[in-house]
């Protein structure tokens, strides 16, 4: 470096030589080699001027216990993953501030001062039509048919399983408990995890697995596989609406802000079918006809956001059917 190059660099200002940093705190398989987030990184970069850091934990509940535990002293400007059954505890822990992103055009109905969806999905159970000709269509057969087996994941740890709980106490309410017995005899295994529950039934230990409508596509469209089906079931199908937020003690709030806006526009939102494998925020019925086709949308029951009562009572309820 010659002496008027020095002299030029000491006279500029620090920001001209460091871009921006913006880091975001989110579940590891969104940022996998096979996940969305490293294509997401080079398209928000092209256009902020800065430099997209990820940083990861193994699940959403993970990312939201460390921030909470920690009062988020890492500096991670935004958390990425939460679903709608957290969001009411992270506002009553105060981690998260107000957005001003316009969320009208949605597919989803959506009204959130903290937080914005990046995707969403539909719980169903997954089976083999190779191998299971006559399928249930509606959990009341599921508890009538002695001929089946199932895999589920258990719903302290797991989302899914969270899920499937939600979603039985929505169409039973009181019964809950009662629907649980009739079904255990069908259960044959409670996985800790979803990529553990859905391995075994990949390995044939079972008829049916716990997962998304939207798991089909993955086999089709990537492994060419058409065999795998998700039930679709008369009384509805529970949503999950995945979602992110800016954290109060972010170091900068214009830029995480920015990327809250780019997260609803085509750009995020087209890789999230083919690498998130959920159903994009925004209409990408045109560009995603192949998604589509490979995971039709379900009929859907409302969708709620529990209180930590509400999801505590689910719980139990499982809980109640094993013991009793």
Request: hydrophobic share 35%; aromatic share 14%.
């Amino acid at each position: 470096m010659n002496f008027k190059t020095f002299i030029i660099l000491l006279l500029l200002p620090l920001g001209a030589l460091a871009k921006q940093e913006l880091k975001v705190f989110t579940y590891g398989s969104f940022n996998s080699e096979w996940g969305p987030g490293p294509n997401i990184k080079k398209e928000f970069e092209l256009i902020c001027d800065c430099d997209l850091i990820w940083n990861t934990a193994d699940s959403s509940g993970a990312l939201f216990s460390r921030v909470k535990l920690t009062n988020n002293k890492e500096g991670y400007d935004i958390l990425l993953g939460l679903d709608e059954s957290l969001i009411e505890e992270a506002k009553k822990n105060n981690l998260f501030v107000k957005h001003s992103i316009n969320t009208s055009n949605l597919e989803i109905e959506w009204n959130d001062e903290y937080f914005t969806p990046f995707d969403y999905g539909y719980f169903s159970f997954i089976y083999d039509s190779m191998k299971l000709k006559q399928p249930p269509n509606s959990f009341k057969e599921l508890a009538e048919r002695d001929d089946l087996s199932i895999i589920i994941m258990d719903p302290r740890y797991s989302t899914p399983g969270l899920g499937l709980a939600k979603w039985i106490s929505q169409i039973y309410e009181e019964n809950s408990t009662n629907f649980w017995k009739k079904i255990q005899d069908q259960i044959v295994i409670t996985s800790k995890s979803w990529s553990d529950g859905y391995g075994l039934f990949l390995e044939g230990e079972s008829d049916l697995v716990l997962s998304y409508t939207t798991s089909p596509a993955y086999h089709s469209l990537i492994e060419g596989k058409e065999q795998y089906k998700s039930l679709k079931f008369e009384e509805g199908h529970a949503s999950q609406i995945e979602v992110m937020g800016i954290l109060k003690n972010a170091s900068n709030l214009d830029l995480a802000e920015n990327f809250l806006n780019f997260s609803l526009t085509e750009n995020f939102q087209k890789h999230i079918p083919q690498g998130n494998w959920m159903y994009p925020v925004i209409d990408l019925r045109a560009s995603q006809k192949e998604f589509y086709n490979a995971a039709p949308l379900p009929v859907s029951i409302d969708q709620i956001f529990p209180s930590s009562e509400e999801k505590n009572r689910w719980v139990e309820n499982w809980e109640k059917s094993i013991i009793e």
